[in-house]
């Protein structure tokens, strides 16, 4: 059975980075389009970007381009997002979800959340 | 952008009844392979979401068969036959048609009267 397991809670100053891990386990990365959805305190979700299963090209949300990065290392089967220049506003919990490239499934599966929070 | 409106935004339901949120989308979500890609998400409090349908109407392995999705073009429908405790959550639809972006909608809140 396919799991993604992500990284821990993480506090940051408005300005600072952070990077957010998940690691596939029961299958490979590569077998996924790995996405990123988050969702603030209270709020809905909402995509961040992910790779396109089509040609492999990471695409972000207009929102977040030019502060988001999603990379990945097949070695390890995680995947990784990068968001920079945090304000209030990215206090979110940050979930990982993949396209399955060998079923076309999409978001059947969901990691378990990183709550990131931003403040001073 | 597709947007995608829901309705109600609020559910109070009696255990045992059933219950139907609607879902729709600016504009049609049938892909150019004939396939409309619009996912039913459940997220109960406290807990990271869990698809429960996944192009319209088929269901997730494990998901209860009071659970069902209907619809075409730009309107789609989740119903629950008969509510239970553990329906209580957010309920999100979601299209993978037309993207990027993909897009949510703003959720329903199924609670008990």
Redesign the interface.
């Known amino acids: 059975q396919v799991q993604l397991v992500q990284s821990g809670a993480e506090v940051r100053e408005p300005g600072a980075s952070v990077k957010v891990s998940c690691k596939v386990s029961g299958n490979t990365l590569t077998k996924f389009s790995m ?1 990123w ?1 988050r969702q603030a305190p209270g709020k ?4 961040m ?2 790779v396109d299963p089509a040609d492999g090209e990471t ?4 929102k977040f381009q030019g502060r988001v990065t999603m990379t990945e290392d097949t070695s390890i089967d995680t995947a990784y997002m990068e968001l920079t220049s945090l304000r209030s506003e990215d206090t979110a919990m940050y ?1 990982c ?1 993949p396209v399955d490239l060998t079923t076309g ?9 990183t709550m990131v929070t931003v403040s001073s | 952008d597709v947007v995608m409106t829901q309705s109600p935004l609020s559910l109070p339901v009696t255990l045992g009844q059933p219950a139907s949120i609607s879902c729709r989308s600016s504009q049609s979500l049938v892909h150019s392979d004939g396939s409309i ?1 619009l ?1 039913w ?1 459940q ?1 109960r409090p406290g807990q ?4 429960l349908i ?1 192009k319209v109407s088929n269901r ?1 392995s494990g998901v209860p068969d009071r659970f069902s999705g209907s619809g075409s073009g730009t309107d789609f429908t989740l119903k629950i036959s008969r509510v239970e405790a553990e329906d209580v959550g ?1 309920y ?1 639809c ?1 299209q ?1 048609t037309h ?9 329903t809140k199924v609670e008990i009267k």
Do not use: C, K
Not at chain 2, 48 to 51: D, F, G, I, L, Y
Not at chain 2, 99 to 107: N, Y
């Open positions: 996405h959805v809905g979700l909402e995509w970007g992910g695409i972000y949300a207009q979930f979800s499934d999409t978001f059947h599966i969901w990691g378990q959340g | 890609y996912n998400i997220q990271s979401p869990r698809r996944y997730d957010v999100y979601m993978g993207w990027p972006p993909l897009t949510f909608g703003p959720g």
